[in-house]
């Protein structure tokens, strides 16, 4: 009897959907509809760069009838990034992906250059230019290796993917124009091409500022959505009541006869999803990687089971004067939060996170190419649901 009340009620949901107006409001953020998920309340800008020194800057690229990608980059200070370097950790969920600069981060827990986000085939030629970039300072100028760090989601599905023009001088304008104050979301830099959930993806971002008597530290999310599941928000079954969700052409085969672009129920949850993490807290490598691996069950929340064709990277940084690293120091003498205050960073990242990520879908604007249209995530209907929960 259980099963039968929650399929009617779905089926009556979904139907309420089918008959809301086409046209989107103006897309929000998500705390305009009531998503606030968590305890912890955000910093001044529920954005990375709420982590002081932190900037980001997004280069869009789009030309003709088929390009349609961009970069990202998040630069963790304003001094010498190669001497006054930040600790830095991966936590993988799952690791079908590129992700350039990886095996440097991982042996040494340390962060030499800007983190840069961009499109699968465009890691290459966007660590060139970035590694060129950081070459060109004057104080580099004897510098003879340097790592850059390269993330990447798959978007195919509107971008021309094998053509990576442009990437180069994407590169060099997201760097010029990152700043640190509010940051840009949905289909910009990064995430002009990306779905989630077969609806518009992009770029997403929150903070949490924990209590002084929890430390008063600073944790701040930016990610790159683009992937697939069964989205929920809040705890409310969305994809389901809207009718696109993953595996829904076999668990309702009679529902899942068209394929409208972008529609989730063509697809198995395959995607990717890049979640960027800085805090000011004093953390070294090893507990910047548990706190990444808590940002994926923030990314769980939303829907996502990290499905086999699913790159759901996680690349975590300090901040903090005190466990920055010199490269020519032969002692370190750093001062690493405690094992027992991490608990509460532990669930800020996880709020931070699962905003972030509806954030990406909510501010995200349509984008078409040749392969068609991919639009948002209807606002109206969203709200329409959730007040319903």
Request: hydrophobic fraction near 40%; aromatic fraction near 4%; charge should be positive.
């Amino acid at each position: 009897m259980r099963t039968t009340a929650v399929s009617a009620v779905l089926a009556v949901h979904v139907a309420l959907a089918a008959l809301l107006p086409v046209a989107l409001e103006a897309q929000v953020r998500a705390r305009a509809i009531g998503l606030a998920p968590g305890i912890f309340a955000p910093g001044p800008r529920n954005a990375i760069t709420d982590v002081a020194g932190v900037r980001v800057g997004h280069a869009t690229v789009s030309a003709g009838d088929s390009l349609r990608t961009g970069v990202t980059a998040i630069i963790p200070h304003g001094g010498d990034l190669y001497r006054d370097r930040v600790p830095a950790a991966l936590h993988v969920g799952n690791g079908f992906g590129k992700l350039l600069g990886v095996t440097q981060l991982r042996e040494l827990g340390e962060l030499e250059t800007p983190i840069l986000l961009t499109c699968t085939l465009c890691i290459w030629p966007a660590g060139d230019a970035l590694a060129q970039w950081m070459l060109n300072k004057p104080e580099n100028a004897n510098v003879r290796s340097i790592n850059p760090v390269v993330g990447e989601t798959n978007d195919g599905g509107l971008n021309s993917t094998r053509s990576r023009a442009g990437i180069g001088g994407a590169v060099r304008e997201a760097l010029a124009v990152a700043d640190s104050g509010p940051v840009a979301e949905g289909s910009v830099g990064a995430g002009h091409g990306t779905i989630m959930f077969g609806w518009k993806g992009g770029m997403g971002t929150a903070s949490r500022k924990l209590p002084a008597s929890l430390g008063g530290y600073t944790v701040g999310v930016l990610v790159q959505g683009n992937y697939g599941g069964v989205l929920q928000m809040a705890g409310v079954p969305i994809g389901q009541l809207l009718g696109r969700y993953a595996f829904q052409r076999d668990v309702a085969p009679a529902d899942g006869t068209r394929r409208p672009p972008g529609d989730a129920a063509a697809e198995h949850g395959d995607g990717s999803c890049m979640i960027v993490i800085a805090t000011d807290a004093p953390l070294l490598a090893r507990n910047l990687e548990r706190l990444g691996a808590r940002a994926i069950m923030g990314l769980a929340r939303t829907g996502s089971s990290a499905s086999n064709g699913s790159g759901d990277y996680v690349l975590s940084f300090s901040t903090n004067p005190r466990v920055r690293r010199n490269p020519d120091a032969t002692l370190s003498t750093n001062e690493e939060l405690g094992n027992d205050a991490m608990s509460a960073l532990f669930q800020a990242v996880t709020e931070a996170t699962e905003e972030a990520l509806y954030n990406a879908l909510l501010m995200a604007t349509p984008v078409s190419s040749k392969a068609g249209t991919v639009r948002p995530l209807p606002v109206d209907s969203v709200r329409m649901l959730l007040r319903r929960r």
